[in-house]
């Protein structure tokens, strides 16, 4: 089964610290890509081209494009690190919501299935 790594990125590819860093020295990240499959690794973008943070809605349709992609490559394993809780300083409860309907071939970080559970059954109220 291929291994692909799935690492928080931004958009103007620079892959120079944490998760990006592992993905593109080990699972063939490419710099100057930020988003989507390169090599064995996967970027979902969490920073924009200035390494802005982006907002959660941002973030959130990024991780959508990715779960499609999951989805219909099912002979593949994506094994999804921590994005955006890292170096762009997002909550666990934030971001591992997002990843509600995230097909079985996708490993989540330890704890964020339970997570994403318990919040899908007992929403948090939105703040806005």
């Known amino acids: 089964m291929k291994q692909i790594f799935v690492f928080g990125s931004n958009l103007a590819g620079r892959h120079g610290k944490g998760a990006a860093l592992e993905a593109r020295k080990n699972h063939g990240a490419v710099y100057g890509q930020g988003v989507g499959m390169q090599g064995c690794s996967y970027g979902i973008p969490t920073k924009d081209e200035q390494l802005k ?3 959660l809605a941002e973030i959130q349709g990024y991780v959508e ?23 762009a300083n997002n909550k666990e ?31 948090r109220s939105s703040g806005g």
């Not at 494009?65 to 994506?78: C, D, L, M, R, T």
């Not at 919501?97 to 899908?120: D, K, S, T, Y």
């Open 65 to 87: 494009e990715f779960i499609h992609f999951a989805k219909v490559k099912p002979e593949w394993q994506f094994n999804v690190t921590r994005i955006g809780c890292g170096l």
């Open 93 to 123: 409860e934030d971001i591992a919501p997002m990843f509600f309907g995230a097909p079985e071939n996708c490993i989540l970080p330890a704890g964020w299935r339970e997570l994403v559970e318990q919040l899908h059954v007992h929403p």
């Open 53 to 55: 943070v982006l907002t």
